[in-house]
């Protein structure tokens, strides 16, 4: 066939047209190719714009991103549900947007920089109309800032499109749930909430950090977190076995004035899984007592408890519970009547770091609730199809009204853990049923 010839003012019009419309930059290798061809006067120009432009239709962020990718099934999950305590930023993009890809380096950076601080989110428009229409997005990138506490509107963002300015800003909307402490008013810090875990940062710095902060978010209502500026001596010199090198962070059981002192990195998961395992599993209570006025629901007051009868029934099985249970079978040694049992510190660390983990990046509304299970339980054991030396292994159970239950197969590693969790969150794992529902505990 003859070639078709194309006016230049009707090439010119074609190439404004596709550049605007696609967003494509100007200045981009793409725009200088069309500009070639327009230059050239071939009927190419239409199909080679629209490919050259239309490239880039895929989501920006991937699933190494440190941006999660925001859908209608999420959205709720990992925004709004979080409201309360927590600030989220939400770009609303376009793949082909060239604003968009060139706001996108800078849109990880703020990922990273407030990684555990503030969530980062991006919902791409292409794919999530509904969703898109519901913000009333009229143009690429709209970015919002979803602030903590009351204000339920989202603000938009009409800042600059830098790392830092944008990290600003969002952070401005923080809540703090931390209390100064001086050697005035310590006496009142550890009075208050006293049957809650407590814990001291030590700094040199004049502000709270932002990673101290958060975690007063995250902890609220289960540790109280406090601040101790160094140039308090009185208190820097009453814990001065714990404060020679800064920042310092000491942890305070329930009720108990015997500090313990952290001795890990600076890093959001190692600190709260630090201080999550002096949080009681329950509420914000004094231990119940038998008629003898011995506590007998000690597994209240541990983070990963024993599966037996009693303690079952209050972390995992009853009808108030939500989430699934987490078992881990190990081998444990008896400590007395009504004493819990001793197992492998190394078992309960693991899983206190795997709860750590998952705590904030938990999808779709599935909680998991930790424990561990003796191998001497014969009769779950042969439910789950295990044996004693299976021993450390881990069964992931449905506690509904149709029991099921699946086991984790390979080596009991943090990794595998994790990845067998995963599994469970993205709808991979097989559960099979328990028929005949649990058995009876081996007491």
């Known amino acids: 066939d003859a070639p078709v010839d194309i006016k ?15 967003d494509c930059d100007t200045a981009s290798p793409l725009a200088f190719i069309l500009d070639r061809i327009a ?38 999950n990992m925004i709004l549900k979080h409201r309360e305590d927590h600030v ?51 143009g690429f990138p709209t970015i919002k800032i979803f602030p903590s506490g009351p204000l339920k509107t989202p603000i938009d963002y009409d800042g600059a499109r830098e790392a830092k300015a944008l990290s600003n800003k969002a952070v401005s909307f923080m809540t703090d749930n931390v209390r100064r402490v001086n050697s005035d008013n310590k006496v009142e810090f550890f009075a208050k909430d006293e049957n809650v875990a407590h814990a001291l940062l030590f700094t040199d710095k ?48 329930p009720g108990s004035k015997k500090p313990h002192k952290y001795k890990g990195d600076v890093d959001f998961r190692k600190i709260f899984g630090f201080l999550n395992s002096y949080v009681e599993v329950f509420s914000a209570a004094a231990p119940q007592n038998d008629e003898d006025g011995k506590d007998t629901k000690f597994w209240k007051f541990e983070t990963v408890p024993e599966f037996f ?20 079978v ?7 009547e009504g004493q819990r049992k001793k197992v492998d510190d190394k078992h309960i660390k693991l899983l206190t770091d795997v ?13 998991f609730n930790y424990m561990w299970m003796d191998t001497t339980q014969a009769k779950l054991l ?51 049923m328990l028929p005949k529902g649990l058995p009876e505990f081996d007491e």
């Open 8 to 22: 230049p003012s009707a090439l010119q019009a074609i190439y404004i047209f596709l550049i605007f419309f696609f």
């Open 39 to 76: 230059m050239k006067g071939t009927a190419l120009l239409l199909l080679v714009s629209s490919l050259a432009c239309l490239s880039s239709a895929f989501a920006l962020y991937g699933k190494s991103s440190s941006v999660i990718e925001l859908t209608s099934l999420n959205f709720k």
């Open 88 to 138: 989220a930023i939400v770009e609303f993009y376009a793949p082909w947007c060239g604003h968009c890809r060139q706001f996108a380096p800078e849109y990880e950076k703020v990922a990273k920089n407030l990684k555990d601080v503030v969530r980062v989110g991006a919902v791409n428009c292409d794919e999530q109309k509904e969703l898109c229409s519901k913000y009333n997005i009229k």
């Open 206 to 253: 004049e502000k709270t950090p932002l990673l101290w902060r958060s975690l007063s978010n995250e902890l609220k209502g289960k540790v109280v977190l406090g601040e101790v500026k160094s140039k308090d001596s009185g208190l820097m010199n009453e814990y001065k076995r714990f404060t020679s090198k800064l920042p310092a962070i000491i942890a305070f059981s």
């Open 309 to 328: 009868s009693k303690s079952a029934e209050d972390v995992c099985l009853g009808s108030h519970i939500k989430g699934l249970c987490v078992i881990a």
């Open 330 to 336: 190990l081998s444990g040694e008896s400590q007395g």
């Open 355 to 367: 709860s750590a983990s998952f705590e904030r990046h938990i999808e779709r509304g599935t909680k």
């Open 382 to 432: 042969d439910a789950f199809k295990l044996d004693a030396s299976s021993a450390p292994s881990l069964v992931v159970l449905n506690p509904g009204k149709r029991k099921r239950f699946t086991t984790m197969s390979g080596d009991f590693s943090k990794k595998n853990i994790e990845s067998f969790l995963n599994g469970i969150l993205g709808g991979d794992a097989r559960f099979k």
